[in-house]
């Protein structure tokens, strides 16, 4: 499957759009984490719990809006998006979602390639 936030892709045509895909996660802080941010809030620096979470609710999201978009049959998703939004006191959705197509080769693009 190929992603980008552009809304094409340099060496692929878009042949069909197939429609919005999306996928998402609800995270919950953890008070043992909170506690370890805390302290470091004190000292400065990277709260690397609360990167881990963000980087695994990102990969979540991401594997679910992929899933959807291969359930339609889909090659690739343009127009990628990542959009964040508080649920509750400590706890957040992170979305993700683009539009699911169908790719072909470009005409001439092997030629030019292998000149």
């Known amino acids: 499957m190929q992603l980008t936030t552009q809304d094409e892709f340099n060496d692929r045509e878009i042949s069909r759009t197939l429609g919005l895909v999306r996928g998402n996660t609800i995270r919950a802080r953890h008070l043992g984490k909170d506690i370890l941010a805390a302290l470091r809030n004190l000292v400065g620096g990277e709260i690397g719990e609360y990167t ?4 695994e609710a990102r990969e979540q999201s991401l594997d ?3 899933a959807e978009a291969r359930k339609l049959g889909a090659d690739g998703i343009v127009a990628v998006r990542f959009v ?3 649920v509750m006191q400590g706890a957040a959705e992170l979305l993700v979602y683009g539009t699911a197509v169908k790719l072909e080769e470009k005409p001439g693009l092997r030629e030019r390639l292998e000149s």
């Open 84 to 86: 964040t939004a508080p």
């Open 52 to 55: 881990k979470m963000l980087a």
């Open 64 to 66: 679910r809006m992929i």
